[in-house]
């Protein structure tokens, strides 16, 4: 199997350079849906909480797309690199059409050791509880291509963060 090279070997390590990349997920509608569980993701969706990729690596601009998903981890990674080839593309929803948009390198920062620890038990427990499966490539100790997929907010001055509250202890 061949995978990106951005997407190799890029989980971000305490005290060292990783990169923020912004997906943000707008429903188009001003109006909220009638029906009530559409109506709550609508809610979600309008505030400023979205996700984001956290990578030891810069993302180039427009990346080659040459990748095959075998698994659950694989396909997140494959969605990732179109999106971030695409960078935005309306989506249509049952309560309506979605505007997602990706921003590469939006932000470097780095992580305490603790932050690093907590995001793997993160990224393992979503994985885990929101696919019904962990693919077996990807571990709380790290390697091959374990970036981040990370919460985030954009707070009053338009300035957007990890939301590192979100992120339980292990």
Known sequence: MQIAKWLVDCRPADDKDCYLHLISIVPKEDEPPTDRKYAVIYEEMKKKDSFGILSSKTLPKVPPFSFLA?????????????????????????????????????????????????????????????????????????????????????????????????VPAR
């Open 70 to 166: 075998v698994s659950v981890r694989d396909f997140v990674t494959s969605l990732m690199i179109f999106l971030i080839q695409v960078c935005s593309f309306p989506a249509f929803v049952p309560f309506g059409e979605l505007q997602v948009s990706v921003i590469s390198n939006y932000k470097r920062l780095k992580l305490k050791p603790d932050q690093v620890d907590d995001l793997a038990s993160f990224n393992e427990r979503l994985f885990d509880k929101m696919t019904l499966c962990v693919d077996s490539s990807y571990s709380a100790e790290g390697g091959g291509k374990d970036y981040f997929v990370v919460p985030t907010k954009t707070g009053k001055k338009l300035e957007t963060f990890v939301r590192f509250k979100v």
